[in-house]
């Protein structure tokens, strides 16, 4: 049986730094939990995932849920789901890709993961290069956002060309 609650998962707090672990391991594909949506508003906080092109949601205990270039975990909006993209060990840090998620960040930040794809300034997928969300999951309210940007782009580049 697969458990989708929030039980397997546990806040651990080292020097006022929060992080998400989990309480047991999980294989790649396997739901972990589901995304809280009792609280959706349509500005973005800290505390928040942004779940399609207006609306966020308030995750509560998945706040806790750091950001990495080389995440270990998605969040699938279109299911409401948090999903390992690896194997998973128990009490393992949990990390997703916020861009993956968010177009622009309420509060940008230096990414520190030391990945080797660092995108080192973690601001919103509108600030990253195709080349590099090319590699990511990216949720559907991403993706048209970033194909309504280009398809802007293109138009305003054709208008320069008329000029």
């Known amino acids: 049986m ?7 998962l546990a806040i651990r707090t080292e020097n006022k730094f929060r992080t998400l672990v989990t309480k047991r391991a999980y294989k790649m594909g396997e739901v972990i939990c589901d995304i809280p949506s009792e609280n959706i ?5 800290r505390f ?4 399609a092109r207006d609306k966020h949601t308030h995750v509560g205990k998945l706040a806790a849920l750091n950001h990495s270039c080389d995440p270990n975990v998605i969040l699938d909006t279109e299911n409401m789901s ?19 998620t968010e177009w622009e960040m309420n509060a940008p930040f230096i990414c520190l993961c030391g990945a080797s794809n660092c995108i080192h300034v973690v601001a919103g997928a509108r600030f990253l290069p ?5 590699h990511h999951y990216l949720n559907p309210h991403i ?3 970033m194909i309504e940007l280009l398809h802007g782009t293109k138009q305003n580049l054709e208008k320069l060309k008329v000029e």
């Open 130 to 134: 195709l080349s590099t969300l090319e």
């Open 143 to 145: 993706r048209d956002l």
């Open 2 to 8: 697969v458990s989708t609650t929030m039980e397997t």
């Open 82 to 100: 948090m999903v390992a993209c690896k194997d998973i060990a128990k009490g393992e840090e949990l990390y997703f890709f916020y861009p993956s």
């Open 41 to 45: 508003m349509d500005k973005p906080s």
């Open 48 to 51: 928040t995932v942004q779940v």
